[in-house]
């Protein structure tokens, strides 16, 4: 995109009160809210870092980049013209250029490289790439959540973990042995279980120690052309998890065949396949017969990029419905100055901020697992949180694009593009039943956990009229037959209002905590649509702190 100005004076009319394009913007310095809390919740240290990336995503450069890899999605390539067998994506040079700023300025290796923060600054990352192009996020998620798992196996960590953590992208289809980095996927669901991944039939034969081969399908592969996998397969002893490179030891290519991409609503920049395995290659990771437990320790690292990914998604959103409404006018005023754009957008920026004060204290809690109390925490926080602020993201987008008008529904902005993405981090990783019900099991399984999140939520008791009343009826949810089933998404939805107060409590000046306490949680104040709050709540400061600066 040239960066002459274009024509505006035209045979007809001038062209006039058109915000300029919301580019060379620095995603991270000009979110007061991020900042601020990436400080409060111990990533102070890695601001710099941050800082560059933001710039870098919020480039011209970079903005032109996310639209080309999406206006040019990924194109399968099964066979080469001679009849050979090739299973290759191929993808646009902007979708490499936005993988390679990523991996380069550390996304999925400061977690396990930092000395303090190291979380949090991910999750500032995860965040911000929602803002600049959210589809590569979910390679580089994989890559970073896959460390856990891979621990569970010395050996197998010992030769990936510091390929995956080495902050280099490297393109080539070649095996990972010979790579300055590499990348790694995630392959479980099959077509007949979908979430209920017991229901597996991927069978896994042995071949010598830790080595097997796997025959069967995968109905959803993101990112097939990553250097590995971890997937499910079943052994004598049950469901295993297993790493499957793309190449076999021998440097031939392995037996993983991709039959098709998705055609996908939003996140079109990502290739996501259908894949089967024909006696693929694949080392065993972790405890035979308990691959549901292996693999749940990077599932839970994914779920924190949900949440994270979700609240840059919603900030990504404010932050052009804001862009639009300072530089545009209508009726003699600038549009972010009429008082009902103005509620609209102030709701919109308490709903934001919330989800970037929870995002990032859950974050906080990943980076303190040697803190019994913060590691249960995490357990029941992040399921509560990821139903919540993903559930939350299409309503903040939908009303961030309506404020644009009918600019806002134009193929050409990105406000299209924000709104296909917007249902996807509520879907991956379990949908909104399959968390509610993690919900209940880490209740069953940990109750220390409830006693974690309830010590968290009480301690901002006696801050808030609202809030008050709103921890007194949380002791409901304690009622014997009270928490079941069929009421594990009420109990979500009340616990994670509570969570997010308290995260602004401790993160937020007063008027955005007041307002979001008083605008979510007085019954007699709430409201079913953005923008139609009656409480009592400082517009224009919520306004100027959402602002990008």
């Known amino acids: 995109m040239s960066h002459y100005r274009p024509r505006s004076e035209l045979q007809t009319h001038e062209v006039a009160n058109q915000p300029p394009p919301f580019e060379d913007v620095n995603i991270f310095d000009s979110d007061a809210a991020l900042k601020q809390t990436v400080e409060k919740r111990g990533g102070g240290s890695h601001k710099k870092q941050l800082s560059a990336y933001g710039a870098a995503l919020g480039s011209a450069e970079m903005v032109e980049n996310a639209r ?16 050979h067998r090739l299973d290759e994506v191929e993808f646009h040079p902007a979708y490499h250029a936005l993988m390679d700023l990523g991996l380069s300025s550390g996304y999925s290796s400061i977690a396990w490289t930092a000395e303090d923060g190291g979380h949090v600054a991910h999750a500032a990352m995860a965040y911000m790439q929602a803002g600049g192009e959210a589809g590569v996020g979910c390679p580089m998620t994989m890559t970073y959540a896959a460390i856990p798992a891979l621990r569970r196996e010395p050996d197998v960590a010992k030769e990936w973990v ?4 080495a902050g280099h992208y490297d393109k080539r289809f070649i095996p990972a042995s010979e790579k300055r980095g590499a990348t790694m996927g995630m392959a479980m669901t099959e077509k007949q279980g979908g979430s209920d991944i017991r229901a597996n039939t991927t069978v896994a034969t042995p071949i010598s120690g830790h080595e097997y081969e796997l025959t069967g399908h995968k109905w959803f592969c993101s990112a097939p052309m990553c250097d590995a996998f971890l997937t499910l397969a079943r052994t004598d002893e049950g469901i295993t998890c297993f790493l499957v490179p793309r190449w076999r030891p021998d440097g031939t290519r392995n037996a993983f065949h991709i039959m098709r991409l998705k055609d996908k609503l939003g996140d079109r920049a990502n290739a996501s396949s259908e894949i089967e395995y024909h006696g693929a290659y694949a080392v065993k990771v972790g405890e035979e017969g308990r691959g549901v437990r292996t693999i749940i320790d990077m599932v839970q690292h994914t779920r924190l990029d949900c949440i994270a990914g979700s609240a840059g998604g919603m900030r990504a959103a404010l932050a052009q419905a804001l862009w639009h409404t300072s530089h545009r006018s209508a009726f003699q005023k600038k549009l972010i100055d009429q008082p009902a754009m103005m509620m ?3 709701d919109l920026a308490l709903e934001t901020e919330a989800a970037t004060a929870l ?3 859950i974050a906080e809690s990943f980076d303190n697992m040697d803190d019994p109390r913060e590691a249960a925490f995490m357990r029941l926080a992040t399921p509560i949180a990821k139903y919540w602020v993903c559930k939350r993201q299409p309503g903040v987008v939908y009303e961030a694009l309506e404020c644009h008008g009918g600019a806002g529904f134009v193929e050409e902005g990105v406000m299209p593009r924000l709104f296909r993405q917007s249902p996807l981090n509520a879907i991956w990783e379990g949908s909104g039943n399959v968390i509610a019900l993690d919900i209940l099991r880490a209740l069953a399984r940990e109750p220390e956990s409830l006693d974690a999140v309830r010590g968290e939520i009480l301690s901002a008791r006696g801050a808030n009229t609202a809030l008050d009343h709103h921890l007194a009826s949380l002791d409901d949810w304690l009622k014997p037959g009270a928490l079941n089933e069929a009421t594990a998404r009420a109990f979500a939805e009340d616990m994670a ?8 409590k401790q993160t937020a000046p007063d008027y955005v905590f007041d307002g979001f306490c008083n605008a979510r949680l007085d019954p007699g104040q709430r409201s079913y649509a953005y923008g139609a709050v009656t409480a009592n709540i400082d517009t224009r400061a919520i306004i100027d702190r959402a602002i990008p600066q």
């Not at 080309?68 to 009849?83: E, H, I, M, T």
Request: net charge positive.
């Open 359 to 361: 995002a990032l204290r």
């Open 162 to 165: 510091p390929r995956l953590t």
């Open 68 to 83: 080309l890899a999406n206006q040019n999605p990924p194109r399968l390539v099964s066979f080469d013209r001679y009849g």
């Open 497 to 504: 209002l509570a969570l997010c107060a308290a995260a602004l």
């Open 344 to 346: 609209v957008l102030a």
